[in-house]
């Protein structure tokens, strides 16, 4: 699902870094040290004779019990489900598959497990109806797909699998657990060579170089992985900007501090809120990469597209991503190639502005007036920073106050001197990763003060304080507000900890929920704008049942009046 709030960033900054040995390709011949562990590994194929004989020993000693344990009394697997359907897919003694059957059932019989395959998916309905199963597992994944094939009686049969495949992929046979050191051994002796001179020369090899010397020393040795053992380098804070980051999978600029703050204010859907064309920072975690930064790009290439670039233009990115807010940082490179004109900036909102028009859709922008620069330590005075300082009073004086004035949604950010970013270089105190580029600190900054604005344009809800009640509350979402407009919907879920069954929901701004079922409630109150912003919130109440059930029997009987009267005196 698309989030309500889509932010899109213009003007991204990006640190720059030395890319030298990330693009070098180094062939690394080096003799291989051979230790008593690998020359102990056995060729292949008695290898795989064993590990056949442990898979069928799990399936004859441990699926059945564990099947029976969790009261499954067919499994269903789809090809896809690897590598338990390649553990469980029948095999030659010598571990080689004979069959890949579209869809594969273990069906508990007795103290046994027989395997049923199917090669059609909609073969399941009546080999199902035939088994008669009580109780079906299914991967939470496949579960929506099969339920669309199955009839309302057999699906109602359905439970996850997934505790059930875990707890069988992780009993491994007895014979397997002995060999497991030998194999972590085999392991440890080929990343010692790794990490050793035997495959690194320094300041030559790269990440990559170390990455394909290890996938061919595992082949020489005939042994599989599941994967391709993969080797990247994390670095810390000060040392990454000692070397620079020239990975842009790793680059995030003010956009992570901004991320967080906003995921942890409610605005953040299935982990997106910003958009763009473009991705940067996709390697680092709980992050959204999108952003529409085109590094280098002129003011006039981003309204008219760069010539040759094949990444489009403003007008075509906004009508691909639709975006709610447009963060809009523009001006430094123009003014590095000595064409800086506000005029260039009121270009860009005016695309936005025939956007909206032929769109219907209303957009905010948050404009800021750019960042200065950092100043060799030795030259005195910068010469480029008077002319940030005058392009900034521009965009003030001509485009901001005028688009203010005729009502224009648009915030301004004083990026240069209210984000408090100290211009000397980071190796200097100060929060500058090079002349033109903040440091980490300086973007965290930047984030602080771009946050500070969208707060001032989206609505905040606020769901109240946790309760507890008997079987109804009345929820209160009063204090939710908006600094810039109004809320016009205020949509409330509540779901049953215990019983999903239970769940209800709401809407309103005091909303009455009545025949509450006992245990806890987690609240979820969605707020949104006349311009489809919304924000969340959560809170927590604790039903107990109805007034004066104390057995909590679904009535009030006379054991409930003799426990009452008791209580409060009444009955001796």
């Known amino acids: ?47 795989v004779e064993v590990m056949q004989n442990w898979i069928e020993w799990r399936i004859e000693h441990v699926l059945p019990r564990l099947m029976k344990h969790h009261g499954v009394d ?24 004979l069959r890949r059957p579209r869809l594969l059932l273990m069906v508990l019989a007795g103290d046994h497990v027989k395997r049923v395959e199917l090669s059609e998916t909609d073969m399941l309905p009546s080999t199902l109806a035939r088994l008669d199963p009580k ?66 020369t320094p300041d030559v090899t ?71 064309t473009l991705f940067s920072g996709e390697s680092v975690a709980d992050f959204d990469p999108d952003h529409e930064g085109h590094p280098g790009w002129s003011t006039d290439e981003i309204v008219a597209g760069r010539t040759g670039s094949g990444e489009g233009k403003l007008s075509d990115w906004l009508i691909a991503e639709e975006p709610n807010i447009i963060l809009l940082h523009i001006g430094t ?34 404009l800021a007036l750019i960042i200065d620069r950092s100043c060799d330590p030795f030259i005195i005075p910068c010469l480029k920073s008077p002319e940030t300082s005058s392009f900034n009073n521009d965009v003030r004086d001509f485009v901001f106050f005028p688009r203010q004035a005729g009502g224009d949604k648009i915030v301004l950010v004083d990026m ?18 090079d002349n033109l ?33 008997f079987d109804e509350i009345t929820l209160d979402g009063s204090l939710s507000n908006h600094p810039d407009g109004q809320i016009i919907s205020y949509q409330w879920q509540l779901n049953h900890r215990q019983n999903s069954d239970f769940n209800r929901t709401a809407t309103g701004v005091s909303p009455s929920v009545l025949n509450l079922k006992k245990g806890f409630y987690d609240v979820t109150l969605i707020v949104e704008d006349v311009e489809a912003s919304t924000d969340t919130d959560q809170m927590l109440f604790s039903a107990t049942g109805p007034k004066g059930d104390f057995d909590f029997d679904g009535d009030v009987d006379e054991y409930d009046l003799s426990v009452f009267g008791e209580y409060y005196g009444i009955i001796e």
């Open 74 to 97: 067919a499994w269903v697997l789809l090809r896809h489900r690897d590598p338990t359907y390649l553990t469980l897919v029948e095999a030659n003694a010598e571990g080689m598959i």
């Open 135 to 200: 109780s079906v597992a299914v991967s939470d994944e496949d579960r929506d797909r099969l339920e669309t094939l199955l009839p309302e009686a057999m699906r109602q049969r359905l439970q996850s699998s997934m505790v059930l495949e875990t707890e069988f992929l992780q009993e491994q046979a007895p014979e397997a657990i002995s060999v497991f050191e030998h194999v972590a051994r085999v392991a440890n002796e080929i990343y010692a060579e790794a990490f050793s001179n035997i495959a690194i």
């Open 333 to 366: 490179n123009d003014i590095s190639g000595g064409n800086e004109d506000w005029h260039e900036v009121e270009d860009i909102l005016g695309v936005i502005d025939d956007y909206e028009f032929t769109s219907e859709n209303a957009v905010g922008v948050i």
């Open 416 to 433: 240069q001197i209210g984000a408090g970013i100290n211009y000397d270089r980071w190796d200097m105190g100060g929060d500058m990763w």
């Open 206 to 276: 790269t990440s990559d170089d170390l990455n394909w010397w290890i996938r061919d020393r595992y082949k020489a040795l005939g042994l599989e992985t599941y994967d391709h053992p993969t080797i990247t380098v994390q670095r810390a804070a000060a040392v990454r900007a000692a070397y620079g980051d020239a990975d842009e999978a790793f680059q995030i600029s003010y956009r992570k501090a901004l991320y967080d703050k906003l995921k942890a204010g409610g605005y953040v859907v299935n982990d997106e809120i910003f958009f763009g």
């Open 437 to 469: 580029h903040p440091f980490e600190t300086g973007y965290t900054k930047m984030a602080d003060l771009w946050f500070s604005a969208l707060m001032a344009i989206l609505p905040q809800a606020d769901a109240g304080p946790d309760q507890i009640v």
């Open 1 to 47: 699902m698309r989030p309500v709030i889509a932010i899109i960033i213009l003007g991204l900054f990006i640190p720059l870094g030395s890319t030298t040995t990330a693009e070098e390709w180094t062939i690394i011949d080096a003799p291989i040290v051979v230790r008593d562990e690998v020359r102990s590994i056995v060729p292949e194929r008695p290898q």
